[in-house]
């Protein structure tokens, strides 16, 4: 099946509500595997996200199908570090790319001197680590919080480096 034509654009604080929806369907089945149900991305308000896509060191990237927000993903900019967490797909189109098509939209909106990209996801997330490692990101440790244990991925990037 090929890949849904979508158009990435940034999340702004009138599609609040939607993203909001589209990362708690894209989380239940990470709860689920975890046997939480209060991981962060189920647990954020609507005003917590709101402050979140105001933070100036925060890009918010929204797949759009048409009139429908289909995935996200969030980046944190701190210094030379960038940080992606929440990728984010809806459910019906998991495993079709649109995820891979945020992770790839990202790099042309990181500062030019960002040096580093750092994600995490849950240790047994097969398929998102195996995403990841697809684009060169590298496993780097380990770390529990609660009950969920993450791992730490890290890719360089160079003068002419792709996610």
Known sequence: MSE???????VTDADAGELLTVRRAAF???????????IP???????ELRADLADPNVITLGAWDGHRLVGSIRVLLEGTKATLGRLAVA????????????????????????SEVWVFTGRDSVQNLALYAKHGYEHQHDQTAGDLTYAYLRKILGHDATL
């Open 28 to 38: 239940v089945s990470e709860a689920q595997m975890y046997g939480d149900p209060n």
């Open 4 to 10: 849904p034509e979508v158009q990435i654009r940034t």
């Open 91 to 114: 459910p019906d189109l998991q495993g079709k790319g649109v995820g891979t098509q945020l992770l790839l939209a990202i790099l042309p909106l990181l500062p030019d001197d960002t």
């Open 41 to 47: 991305p189920l647990t954020q308000t609507l005003e």
